[in-house]
């Protein structure tokens, strides 16, 4: 169900990119956790 996620949250980094940042601290594979903290 997560790598379903991340699949479905991919478009939405690359949209993002003061994001991208943001989620490689998060720890790699927090796209969910950093759109959750916006």
Do not use: L, Y
């Not at 479905?8 to 950093?34: D, M």
């Amino acid at each position: 169900m997560m790598k379903k996620r991340v699949s479905a949250f991919q478009p939405i980094k690359v949209t993002r990119a003061p994001s991208s940042k943001a989620v490689k601290r998060a720890g790699g594979c927090g796209c969910g956790r950093t759109i959750r903290k916006k």
